[in-house]
């Protein structure tokens, strides 16, 4: 089975940065995308940034310029600096990797909490 190990969660005050990690392993070789998805209280699972594996990104327009996602095909790892922190970010963060197909691995998910 494929696993993806997520690391970098944790408690932070607003202004604040974070940085989580995500090692994807297992029995596929490569993915398409990885990317990290988030859910707030209260609120669905969305989108807060991807990449494809030739590069090309998206973000959330709420942490743009605040949150840049980067990846390492070599090691399956992907990453989210998370900068300028705000209470608005507090959310389970959950990672992804999609195949060349369409199937979809997920992360446990690691919890951001932003408050003083």
């Known amino acids: 089975q494929v696993q993806l190990v997520e690391s970098g969660g944790g408690l932070v005050q607003p202004g604040g940065s974070l940085r989580l990690s995500c090692a994807a392993s297992?029995?596929?070789?490569?993915?398409?995308?990885m990317g990290w998805y988030r859910r707030a209280p209260g609120k669905g699972r969305d989108l807060v940034a991807d990449m494809s594996h030739g590069g090309s990104t998206s973000y959330a327009e709420s942490v743009k310029g605040r949150f840049t996602i980067s990846r390492d095909n070599t090691v399956n790892t992907v990453y989210l600096q998370m900068n300028d922190l705000k209470p608005e970010d507090t959310a389970v963060y959950y990672c992804s990797a999609r195949t060349w197909g369409t199937t979809a691995y997920w992360g446990q998910g690691t919890q951001v909490t932003v408050s003083s």
């Open positions: 297992g029995s596929i070789f490569s993915f398409n995308v």
